[in-house]
């Protein structure tokens, strides 16, 4: 998102953040409802005149005002109104900062509920789930020879008993939502908000064996004083590292496995 859509983004964002502070753990219904328009804008092809350069800016609010009163919550419908009311370098752009800002509602519901850490748990969980089943994991992931309704139900019958009802709200968008990376990449999206949410990032952390709380915590403390900012550690299992530890945070790759090495050697014999 460059420029232009990021300012109109975050000019709407600030509006709506005392809104969605004020609804309390309203704001699963109303993230539900934004991720909803946010689907329609993009299947009945919306977008385009939501965002034309050429039309002036009321006159999209109107027609966003026509198109979803009386279908989701006012506070959603002047949401979009004042989305559209801003430039957008590409209509895709809008799409994205409604999704964000449905992920971020409910996220923020679970947060005045007080279970959103459990949610973030819970989302790394099914990314967990996920890695170590590679036939579930393609069976989530959107495909034509796929039916979305399908794709959430087999979601809704695998981890439907074990989450709260916000977590299965955002794991529904994930597998309904099409996006580069896939179903795991949704995931991610929806951990970095969680944790952006609670004023720190997310380290994941890979090893070939578990673990123990004294290393964790450990590398936290490292993590922590390396970034200048707080961390959330999602672990994850490779025996195929064979040993030491892969460290992914924001852009940065710290990669100390003996596989890495192993590969740095023959790359270096061949050449």
């Known amino acids: 998102m460059n420029t232009g859509s990021a300012a109109s983004r975050a000019a709407a964002a600030r509006a709506w953040e005392p809104v969605l502070d ?22 009945g092809s919306l977008s385009a005149p939501l965002t034309d350069p050429g039309r002036p800016g009321q006159d999209k609010a109107d027609l966003a005002h026509r ?6 919550d006012d506070r959603v419908v002047e949401l979009l109104q004042a989305l559209v009311r801003g430039r957008w370098s590409a209509p895709v752009d809008l799409i994205s900062a409604l999704h964000d800002l449905g992920i971020e509602a409910i996220l923020t519901g679970a947060r005045s509920a007080g279970t959103l ?11 967990a789930a996920l890695e170590h089943d590679r036939e579930l994991r393609r ?32 794991v529904v968008w994930c597998v ?8 795991p990449r949704n995931l991610r999206r929806v951990a970095e908000l969680a944790a952006r949410l609670q004023d720190r990032v997310v ?6 064996v578990p673990l123990s709380d004294v ?3 450990r590398l936290r403390a490292l993590l922590v004083a390396r970034l200048g900012t707080d961390v959330e550690i999602n672990a994850t299992l490779d025996p195929q590292v064979i040993g030491g530890l892969k460290v992914v945070v924001q852009d940065q790759v710290i990669d100390s496995t003996v596989r890495h090495r192993l590969e740095a050697v ?4 061949a050449g």
């Open 176 to 183: 309904r939502h099409r996006a580069e990376g896939g179903v």
């Open 139 to 170: 069976a989530l992931e959107p495909s034509r020879r796929s039916r979305g309704r399908d794709r959430v139900r087999l979601a809704q019958q695998v981890f439907g008993a074990h989450l709260t009802s916000s977590t299965m709200s955002l």
């Open 117 to 127: 850490e459990q949610v973030e748990q819970e989302i790394f969980g099914v990314s």
């Open 22 to 43: 004020l609804a309390g753990p309203e704001g699963l219904d109303l993230g539900e409802q934004i991720l909803a328009v946010a689907h329609q804008v993009a299947v």
């Open 67 to 72: 198109l979803f009163h009386g279908r989701v």
């Open 203 to 208: 380290a994941d952390v890979v090893s070939a």
């Open 266 to 269: 023959r790359s270096a014999l």
């Open 215 to 217: 290393q964790l915590g």
